[in-house]
């Protein structure tokens, strides 16, 4: 599966957006990108997933550039319980029950 | 319960016993699997079945390392003549998908093992 890149960390206000960038310049055609997030002390939790459309759900929004080298995870309005690390891998069709977390990006959200 | 459920969620155990760690998959889940965590990093894959059967092993880190379903219910990770470094997270999640995961899994909690 392709390598993934996140930043280390970011904070963020409560109410305003949280804009999570992911590089993964090797993604090939039959990967897709997913996100999970893990919150302190609880399991990951799965957030969204997208191959080359733009997405939306009730958590978040995801946004895939055209070449598909990069995406951004947009959470609306964050809150405080949005504080957690947060996953972006990139996952073939063929082998999707191995997800590689790597580091993740931990974001804090600030009152 | 409506969740993947661990237990026990915390278990303490000296070097070189062996430890039993169980899980509970939601309910008509076919697909399980087992991730490693360890402290500051994120989780690792160990073994996913679907069923009964393991359909991938590959990421147990050595035979003292084993995992049945024997029902396609409930499963449980064996660790045998622990070590200090199988210290870490134990992650349990289920999916309904009857072939992979579609990437959408629903994780446990997680069974703490600490080896003194």
């Known amino acids: 599966d392709a390598k993934t890149t996140q930043p280390t960390s970011m904070d963020c206000a409560e109410g305003r957006a949280a804009n999570l960038p992911c590089n993964h310049s090797?993604?090939?055609?039959?990967?897709?990108v997913y996100w999970y997030r893990q919150i302190h002390s609880q399991g990951p939790q799965y957030i969204i997933h997208?191959?080359?459309n733009n997405e939306t759900n009730e958590m978040a929004s995801l946004i895939i550039t055209e070449d598909r080298k990069s995406s951004t995870l947009i959470l609306p309005h964050a809150t405080l319980r949005d504080t957690a690390v947060y996953y972006c891998i990139v996952l073939s069709m063929s082998n999707d029950y191995k997800l590689s977390f790597g580091a993740g990006t931990t974001v804090t959200v600030r009152a | 319960g409506a969740g993947v459920s661990q237990t026990p969620s915390n278990k303490v155990t000296e070097k070189g016993k062996y430890v039993e760690l169980r899980c509970d998959p939601i309910?008509?889940?076919?697909?399980l699997y087992w991730y490693r965590q360890s402290l500051g990093q994120g989780p690792e894959f160990l073994i996913y079945f679907q069923g009964t059967g393991a359909a991938d092993d590959s990421g147990l880190p050595n035979d003292r390392f084993f995992a049945v379903r024997p029902e396609g219910s409930v499963s449980t990770l064996k660790i045998q003549r622990t070590e200090r470094g199988d210290s870490a997270v134990y992650l349990c999640a289920s999916s309904p998908a009857t072939r992979g995961s579609g990437g959408e899994l629903f994780f446990g909690e997680g069974s703490r093992l600490t080896v003194l």
């Open positions: 090797t993604i090939s055609g039959n990967e897709y």
């Open positions: 997208g191959l080359k």
């Open positions: 309910s008509g889940h076919t697909a």
